[in-house]
RNA sequence: GGGCGCGUAGCUCAGCGGGAGAGCACCUCGUUGACAUCGAGGGGGUCACAGGUUCGAUCCCUGUCGCGCCCA
């Protein structure tokens, strides 16, 4: 056992706290010692691979930290399941790019075999970074147990699924629009795409009708069609009106001409057409826009695609755009064929108002999708992409959360979580990557698919098909089967890759070693709680809900804990992209991981986000200084709790004062955990070492531990070490650091504080019974208080101590106001004193002569003449000071004292004699009124004695 | 347009049907033997605004204004 040091370095401690953990094997899950232990889990939100720490991070991970370690502490065998995802478009880029700086062959240079080389590459070298970054925040996650996504076994569970799901009907390739990024040349989900405020235009174009010659001065020769994107009219293939303008009643079932293009297209009614908005009338473009994709749908419209992969104009070999052209539209075609689809509008605006078909460009603020990954406007685009049914698989998804099998903390997300499930899309899972788990699909020449766990077993599928269907013969089967060469460009394996939230909603049970029946996943799936940021309940909460109910028949988690966005100083989200990341490893570089670990608790209320001042951080480290300071006047005083010291057994009313508040902290900071109020527990723990034991406890212990040997002093010393170490334990799950290093210095311990027993025990456990009754799936089972040990209390003590503290600060106070030195010792003369305030006054004479700089304490029947008079606890403390203070002052002093007295009374008789009052209010309110009422009239008449008093002495 | 949430001390934020709180900042005082990363004391808020419900509203309801986020 060292000696504390003298000041409390944080970066020196973490280091080595760290390694001592790693070293006792503290964070494992299973330990041996906890066999028979209830079990604790929790899965990491796995990071993505290419992320390092920031805010949201550490606020997450700190509080997943704090349940792990308090449930640690209660004796749970805690599995805290670390990892991180493979990122697939945000990983394929970085590493793109890092081949662009070293002036290396780019990816398709290389080859998808070499460029995947390369990634795993990069993954060992610089893969690890934020998991070395979550343990200096002091995670305690299993890391012998660490994943990634693309882990082999975690890859199986994902073939798996997919199998599985396709079987089922669940996942299937279809033709449909997708969020097309033409940078990264890939496919996005809905969730990855942000809508941004763009400010642009609406085009209005004159489309002229058929039969009619066009002229621009006759309205009548055209139908005008407000649009934001011109360039797309090459692939319109309808104008559409609502059915209930009458603007256009008779223009329906005639045809328009398209301008430049010559196709002849339909003018169709279709509620979709805003007749408030622009002209009232749409140009439709199923193949580039999602509603027009309806409307095409609606009305069996043809579906021409325009644009190629990049977002250039495709249109000189494109069938379908030129089937039924007049002569001469190969032309144009070819003119502006290759464009980019921004040029492309240029050019198309201008030759339209070369011809007179422009007819106004209105400015206009809407809004443009976004990749969030690439930035560049995303094009709807067709294509033939693998969907999961998300809206079968939802149904028990939903059904879980209304029934409550899964809640969430705070109860209001659930209605974002309905909100998104309801209205669930075909989740596209297909990406255009080469950094993922490709698809477990494999096609023939005609296209047929073959999804299998393996691909050996989809060749045998499909050479068994073909033979069957006589495309080729058993021999050659034979051969392709023996050699891969022979059947190039035969089958063919899916090119694509799944996306990375894919293997992600499988996370809490592939980690567990899922399709395995491995014994981790017995013991730990369904996990306790899922702790998130609002904004993953889309992407990855609502997706562990759908496949751990359909693979696992369970919720994966029955409580999802949502906590705050830690926004920036102007309130938006973070993001790397945005360069807007406060970096909390700076913040654990200035004042140590503990106290960046407390801010993030003490500011984790419920229902809102958090923006950060780093005075707040400073605040908290002052806190740890402030607790080091304490344990080093404990040390210093010879302070140690013998074995088997009973806090309840003290004699000592200061320390029988310091068991009960201590008790009482124990208890407000557990319940405020267990029902996730982060805040309250670390304001409570706070309050209780500071203003507490800090600025109290060991204050009135001072006398007592620089005095004669006593019982009482050895009494005091091991309370001063007891109450230390219940702080220690009570703050560990916050400041795991500094509170372990403390632990072992300031004692002889048997083990870690990290596995040390918390010191309440836990409210509720599931009782069980034999009863034939619990079989039955629809009774729950009966949940019953654990016998809790009687609660040590002494309101005895606190009313004592609790005078003491009153008296103290009274006269402090009174003091600083008259302006009287610290130097000047003041006499203390108690009129009229109770036997028990006699009796306090003499017991804690030397407390109170110190913290209040009182000299002589004296007691009377009457306050002396010219003294300040304070009123403590109902009775008179005078401060005679004649010729010190300023007669005038105290006078006023009083007269403020009395006037507040006073108020109170008004306002509590206006409310007694409030007929209403005394009827409606609950009984235990009105009783409180007419208690406050007296305790307000004795503290008059006790002013108007003082005034009294101080009037005779002038 | 729909949804969620927020406007409380100079700043960052708790609280929430019965006497307005914390940290930081500010002012005054302090070399008292753990701590100046400290101690003592103090100033500072018609709890956005307007109605309503209630015996009673910062808290519940409605509306207005301002702000943020999510979804279309």
Redesign the pocket.
């Known amino acids: 056992m060292a000696m504390i040091e003298k000041?409390?370095?944080p970066a020196e401690i973490e280091g080595r706290i760290a390694r001592a953990w790693e070293d006792a094997d503290a964070f494992k899950a299973g330990r041996p010692d906890r066999r028979d232990a209830e079990p604790y889990s929790i899965v990491i939100p796995p990071p993505n691979v290419t992320g390092s720490l920031h805010m949201g991070h550490a606020l997450n991970n700190t509080l997943q930290d704090i349940l792990c370690r308090f449930e640690r502490m209660r004796g749970r065998d805690v599995l805290w399941q670390p990892g991180t995802d493979h990122a697939g478009i945000a990983t394929q880029m970085v590493v793109e790019r890092q081949l662009m700086e070293r002036q290396e062959p780019g990816r398709r240079e290389m080859g998808r075999a070499k460029f995947l080389e390369r990634v795993w590459q990069w993954k060992a070298e610089s893969g690890g970074v934020i998991v070395n970054q979550l343990k200096r925040l002091g995670a305690s996650c299993d890391w012998s147990r660490e994943r990634f996504t693309m882990d082999e076994g975690l890859s199986r569970a994902v073939v798996k699924v997919f199998v599985e799901l396709h079987r089922q009907g669940l996942i299937y390739k279809d033709k449909r629009l997708v969020n097309w990024d033409p940078k990264l040349l890939t496919a996005i989900s809905?969730?990855e795409?942000?809508?941004i405020?763009v400010k642009g235009n609406l085009w209005h174009l004159r489309y002229p009708i058929e039969g009619v010659s066009f002229d621009p001065e006759n309205p009548a020769s055209y139908i005008v069609v407000a649009t934001t994107r011109p360039e797309t009219m090459l692939g319109d293939t309808a104008v559409a009106v609502n059915p209930d303008d009458e603007r256009y009643v008779d223009l329906v079932g005639k045809h328009v001409i398209l301008p430049l293009v010559g196709r002849r297209i339909p003018i169709v009614a279709d509620e979709y057409s805003d007749p408030e908005k622009g002209s009232g009338a749409v140009k439709i473009t199923p193949a580039h826009d999602?509603?027009d994709f309806e409307v095409g749908k609606r009305h069996h419209l043809p579906q021409i695609n325009v644009l190629d992969i990049e977002g250039k104009i495709a249109i000189a070999d494109n069938s379908a755009y030129l089937e039924g052209l007049p002569e001469g539209a190969r032309e144009f075609a070819e003119e502006i064929d290759g464009t980019d689809r921004f040029a492309a509008r240029k050019l198309i605006v201008g030759r339209l108002d070369e011809f007179g078909f422009l007819e106004k460009i209105e400015p206009n603020v809407h809004?443009v999708p976004h990749g969030d990954r690439s930035g560049v406007v995303i094009e709807p685009y067709l294509t033939d992409q693998w969907y999961v049914d998300a809206k079968t698989m939802a149904q028990p998804a939903i059904a879980a959360v209304r029934s409550g099998a899964t809640t969430f903390v705070p109860k209001?997300?659930e209605?974002?979580y309905y909100?998104?499930m309801e209205?669930i899309?075909p989740w596209c899972i297909s990406r255009q990557l080469w950094w993922g788990h490709q698809i477990p699909a494999w096609y023939g020449p005609d296209g047929k698919v073959f999804v299998a766990e393996t691909e050996e077993e989809a060749i045998g599928n499909a050479l068994g098909y073909y033979v069957e269907q006589e495309v080729i013969t058993p021999a050659q089967a034979h051969e392709m089967t023996q050699d891969a060469s022979k059947r190039d460009g035969f089958i063919t394996r899916d090119e694509d890759v799944l996306d990375t939230w894919f293997s992600s909603a499988l996370w809490p049970f592939s980690t567990l070693g899922w399709p395995d029946e491995t014994p981790e996943l017995e013991r730990y799936y369904p996990t306790n709680v899922l702790v998130t940021g609002?904004?993953i309940i889309?992407f990855w909460v609502a997706r562990m809900m759908m496949m751990g109910l359909h693979f696992k028949n369970d919720v994966p988690f029955p409580t999802v804990y949502i906590h705050?966005?830690v926004?920036d100083?102007?309130?938006?989200?973070m993001s790397k992209s945005k360069g807007n990341v406060i970096d909390p490893l700076h913040l654990i570089d200035d004042y140590g991981a503990d106290a960046l670990r407390f801010t993030l608790a003490?500011?984790a209320?419920?229902?809102?986000?958090?923006?950060?001042?780093s005075?707040?951080v400073?605040?908290?480290?002052?806190?740890?200084?402030?607790l080091?300071?304490?344990?080093?006047?404990a040390e210093?005083?010879a302070c140690a709790a013998p074995t088997g010291f009973d806090h309840t057994t003290a004699k000592e009313t200061l320390n029988r004062w310091i068991a009960h508040e201590t008790v009482r902290a124990v208890r407000d900071v557990t319940e405020a955990i267990e029902s996730y109020?982060f805040?309250?527990a670390a304001?409570a723990a706070?309050?209780f070492v500071?203003?507490v034991y800090?600025?109290w406890y060991?204050?009135l212990a001072?006398p007592v531990l620089?005095g004669e040997d006593s019982a009482a002093k050895t009494e005091t010393r091991a309370m001063v070490a007891w109450a230390r170490d219940e702080i220690l334990k009570l703050l560990h799950p916050f400041m795991p650091f500094i509170t372990e290093e403390l632990w072992a210095v300031t004692a002889q311990r048997d083990g870690l504080l990290v596995l040390a027993p918390w010191s309440r025990k836990a409210e509720l456990s599931v009782e069980v019974f034999a009863s034939p009754v619990l079989t039955d799936p629809m009774v729950p089972p009966v949940i019953l208080p654990a016998r809790q040990d009687a609660e040590f209390s002494d309101p005895a003590a606190e009313a004592e101590i609790g005078w003491v503290v009153d008296l103290?600060?009274a006269i402090?106070?009174v003091?600083?106001?008259m302006?009287i030195?610290?130097?000047t010792l003041t006499p203390l003369v108690l009129a009229g004193a109770s036997a028990e305030t006699r009796a306090r006054a003499e017991r804690w004479s030397d407390v109170i002569k110190?913290?209040a700089?009182v000299g002589e304490i004296s007691f009377t029947d009457a306050a002396p003449q010219g003294a300040v008079q304070l009123l403590v606890r109902g009775e008179v403390a005078a401060l005679p000071l004649k010729g010190v203070i300023d007669l005038a002052a105290e006078q006023a002093r009083l007269d403020k004292e009395l006037a507040k007295a006073e108020a109170?009374i008004k306002?509590?008789d206006a409310?007694l004699s409030?007929?209403?009052?005394v009827?409606?209010?609950?009984e235990e309110?009105?009783e409180?009124?007419k208690e406050?009422?007296e305790?307000?009239v004795a503290r008059k008449v006790k002013i108007l004695e003082a005034l009294l008093r101080l009037k005779n002495a002038t």
């Open positions: 000041t409390y370095q809905d969730l795409v942000q809508q405020e999602f509603n809004m209001n997300w209605k974002t909100e998104w209205n899309q609002f904004d889309f705050a966005l926004r100083e102007k309130g938006a989200k003490a500011m209320a419920q229902g809102r986000d958090i923006k950060l001042a005075s707040r400073e605040g908290y480290r002052n806190f740890a200084t402030k080091w300071n304490a344990c080093r006047f210093m005083n109020r805040n309250d304001g706070y309050r500071w203003n800090c600025d060991l204050e001072k620089m103290v600060t402090r106070s003091r600083a106001e302006n030195v610290p130097s110190r913290l700089r109170d306002r509590v409310k409030n007929e209403k009052f009827a409606n209010a609950p309110i009105v409180e009124e406050k009422r305790a307000a």
